[in-house]
């Protein structure tokens, strides 16, 4: 029998970084293809989730203190 594959343990920086570079959109290809392979497609969606959330909050936080002037 063979052995199962075994995915390389990837830190969360590592997945907050492919995030944030998504969502700039400046990735490259073979950087996109290594991610693929090597990050966990739920980490993927909770640090996205993470990102649009804080995006969010920081554009609420800058119209109100806009209009606030």
Known sequence: MSEPAVRPKVSIWR??????WSFVGLRARGAY??????LSP?????AGLV?????VG???LLVNWMVAR
């Open 58 to 60: 920081v554009l609420v």
């Open 15 to 20: 997945t907050v970084k492919a995030v944030a």
């Open 42 to 46: 739920v980490h993927i969606i909770v």
């Open 51 to 55: 990102g649009v959330v804080l995006f």
């Open 33 to 38: 293809e290594e991610d693929i392979k090597n």
